[in-house]
Nanobody, 120 residues
């Protein structure tokens, strides 16, 4: 079992910045992918950014150039630096971890979510 604890959400004006953090603990495999997703009411949960423990990143087109995902493998933490925020970035943001075992996707875990609200 893996526990993910997020922090850093809040209210910010358009054009501002926020930094989300997520700390993972528990049964984390040596190869894994950590990610951030976001969800607004009535809509599906969408991928924001992913980062493997090898350093490969992937971003949603809507956040490229504005958001940066980073991680500390030694501490099992992942962060999302969000700059130039827009009202459409308003959502609940979720931390995600997927373990890879024997070359295959294994368990997947979610944080409790943290609200980000961007006012216009």
């Amino acid at each position: 079992q893996v526990q993910l604890v997020e922090s850093g959400g809040g209210l910010v004006q358009a054009g501002g910045s926020l930094r989300l953090s997520c700390a993972a603990s528990g049964s984390i495999s040596s190869i894994n992918v950590m990610a951030w997703y976001r969800q607004t009411p009535g809509k599906q949960r969408d991928l924001v950014a992913t980062l493997t423990n090898g350093g490969s990143t992937n971003y949603a087109d809507s956040v490229k150039g504005r958001f940066t995902i980073s991680r500390d493998n030694a501490k099992n933490t992942v962060a999302l630096q969000m700059n130039s925020l827009k009202p459409e970035d308003t959502a609940v943001y979720y931390c995600n971890l997927k373990n890879v075992r024997a070359g295959l996707w294994s368990e997947e875990y979610w944080g409790q979510g943290t609200q980000v609200t961007v006012s216009s």
